[in-house]
């Protein structure tokens, strides 16, 4: 069964708990900030080891103290119950790295 796009109005209840996710450019976006690039790198290897069990990967860039997270999915051309699912998980990790 293909994963279904979510509608406006879906998103827009997932996102009032998601309070620090936002979509830009069709996609659901958060930026992680760490103490350091030790916290931002442990963040992603952390998580790294949950995404690859999901089988749904993020679109993801580290720069320093930062991680900046977008995520989509492509077979659905949009965002799914599989992106909310994510970005949860790594709203978890962040809280132990921060």
């Excluded at 996609?27 to 963040?43: I, Q, S």
């Amino acid at each position: 069964m293909p994963t279904q796009k979510l509608s406006e109005t879906e998103l827009a209840e997932a996102l009032a708990s998601l309070p620090d996710w936002t979509i830009d450019q069709g996609k659901l976006h958060r930026l992680f900030l760490f103490p350091d690039f030790t916290h931002a790198f442990a963040f992603m290897t952390a998580s790294a080891l949950e995404i690859e069990k999901l089988n749904h990967h993020p679109e993801w860039f580290n720069v320093w103290n930062r991680v900046s997270v977008h995520l989509t999915t492509h077979d659905a051309a949009g965002i799914t119950a599989k992106d909310l699912e994510l970005a949860r998980i790594l709203d978890r990790f962040a809280a132990k790295f921060s």
